[in-house]
Structure formats: C-alpha cells, structure tokens
C-alpha cells in the first residue's frame, strides 16, 4: 500500500458564482496544498461539502484533482453516505479512477446499530480493493462509532485507518491500544491533532492546514524529533485560528477565510451559507495573527 502521509487536508470544493464546481480553482488548490505542507487531500469529505454534491461532481473531482497532482500527494475519496449499496458502487468507481484510498463516513440520519455499522464497512470494504479509512464524527452523524467496533474492523485487510473527530480521548486510546500497530489513527479534529500524537495516533486530517499546513507540520515533525516543548508551543499558537475555523459549522469559516485572503472557492452551497457578520469578523480579526503558508494568487485590480 502507497503511504497516505501523515498530514491530509480535507479540502474545500470551489464553486463559481453560479454555485458550479470550478475544477480549474479545484486543481490550483490542490496543487497549493501540496505546497505548503500537505501529504495528500481528502476530496469530497465534510469539508468539501460532500452532502451537496452529486456522485458525477464527486466522480470529475476525484478525476481532476488526480490528473492535477499527479503522484506528488496522495487522494483519498470520500465515498461513504449513509446508504451501502451507494457506498459501494461510488468505492467502485473512485477506484477505476485511481485514489489511493477512500474515506468512509459514518451513516448519517438512519442511525444504525454497531453490528450494522460492522456489517456496513465489512461490505464496502469487500467491495474494493482500496484502503479504506473509517471516518468517525458523532457530531453530524449522532451515531459514534465504538472503539470495540473499530477494533473488529481493523481485522479487515483494507481497513487501514479511522478519522476519529468524536473528542473523545478515552474511546481514541482505547482504539490506539487494541487495534493493531499498523492500523492508522487520524486526528479528524484539527484541536485534538497535538492529543492524539500523544497517544500513539498517527497523523491528521485537518482543517487549518489549508492555511497553515506548513506549521501544522513542523508541530507534527517536532513531536516525532521528541521536542515536545516546540510541539506544545506551536500548538498553542495555532489554536486561536483553529478555534476561529469552527466559530460556526466547518466549512463556512474556512471557505469565508480563503476567499477572504485573495483564494477564491466561492460560497457554500445551500443549505450552508456564508458567516454572519460577527463571526466574519472574529475570522478576520484573527487571520492577522498568523502567517499565511498556502501560496496566494496576487490580486487581479477591478480597476482598467
């Protein structure tokens, strides 16, 4: 299996003004990523707004963003909903493309229980020969997925891995010590990244590493040098702007601070929608304290 990378940014899907997906500004940000610190990208995940977007946008994302980076980061496809069948036949397909690896969301709305939740991933990943990455979030999803239902999971070959962005750090160690030393524990929030180092997690699936991936990284290669103190004192300097990124659901902030800094991705799709405007100016506020890694476009001037 091609190593995924330690520090994965869930990426953003750019939308014109007519709410289309700009897949030209799709493969810019994607090569952007790559640049300032990022191993590879999650595309069409919670960031991406993947909810909102059809199977063939999903499909020509995968396609498009692979063609743009080639084999300098890693894709992982976000191919899991909330039914099986379309978990499966999207797995599928994303791997005729040629991801890396695919992101499997827990179902949302149905609520299952966690034998279907087994019976659920077991029969996606039987359906392909992808690694899979199980993607843990109980916030948007309600169910959570338990650490013994993971621990079964990561029997499976191709179940390599779990996004964990439940916060809880008693289920994350629970998982860490059980499960294999080759089963790979991302931290799905971009606060709890520095934690889970801690207890033998193995990288992130992050948020602020769109704007500062560079940092994110030095905090992640500090803690594996044994320089816990750098590690500590980046993390806390980051974790204003980490707290500014998620002052309202992800990805209004994220979108809003991109467009805000000369990247333009557009707005959310509906039902998302832009910050109001005392959370977009606790954005701008704090996007002043930080030093920007991801490489900007200069600003086109509207005046002839």
Do not use: W
Not at 172 to 181: N, Q, V
């Amino acid at each position: 299996m091609r190593k995924l990378g330690r520090l994965l940014t869930a990426m953003v899907t750019p939308f014109n003004a007519e709410g289309k997906v700009e897949y030209e500004q799709a493969k810019n940000l994607a090569r952007a990523l790559l640049d300032s610190g990022s191993d590879g990208l999650v595309i069409s995940g919670t960031t991406g707004e993947s909810p909102t977007l059809s199977s063939e946008e999903k499909l020509r994302l995968f396609a498009e963003v692979k063609s743009a980076i080639a084999n300098r980061g890693t894709i992982v496809a976000g191919t899991g909903s909330y039914g099986t069948r379309e978990s499966q036949q999207l797995t599928r397909e994303a791997e005729r493309i040629g991801v890396d690896a695919c992101l499997l969301v827990v179902p949302y709305y149905n609520r299952p229980t966690q034998q279907g939740l087994l019976e659920h991933f077991k029969a996606i990943a039987e359906s392909t020969a992808l690694p899979c990455i199980l993607y843990n979030v109980p916030s948007r999803t309600v169910t959570n997925l338990a650490s013994d239902t993971v621990v079964k999971l990561s029997e499976i070959d191709n179940i390599v891995g779990i996004k964990e962005a439940s916060g809880n750090l008693a289920q994350i160690t629970a998982i860490i010590e059980s499960a294999g030393d080759d089963f790979l524990v991302y931290s799905g929030n971009d606060g709890d990244t520095l934690p889970i180092l801690s207890l033998g997690g193995y990288g992130a699936v992050g948020v602020a590493s769109h704007l500062v991936g560079k940092q994110i990284k030095q905090m992640m290669q500090a803690f594996l040098r044994g320089e816990v103190g750098e590690a500590a004192a980046i993390h806390r300097h980051l974790l204003p702007l980490v707290n500014a990124l998620f002052i309202i659901p992800n990805p209004m902030p994220v979108k809003y601070a991109l467009n805000h800094l000369g990247f333009p991705v557009g707005k959310p799709r509906l039902p998302l929608t832009e910050p109001d405007e005392k959370s977009a100016e606790i954005i701008q506020v704090t996007l002043k304290n930080y030093k920007i890694d991801l490489p900007i476009p200069p600003r086109v001037t509207e005046e002839a």
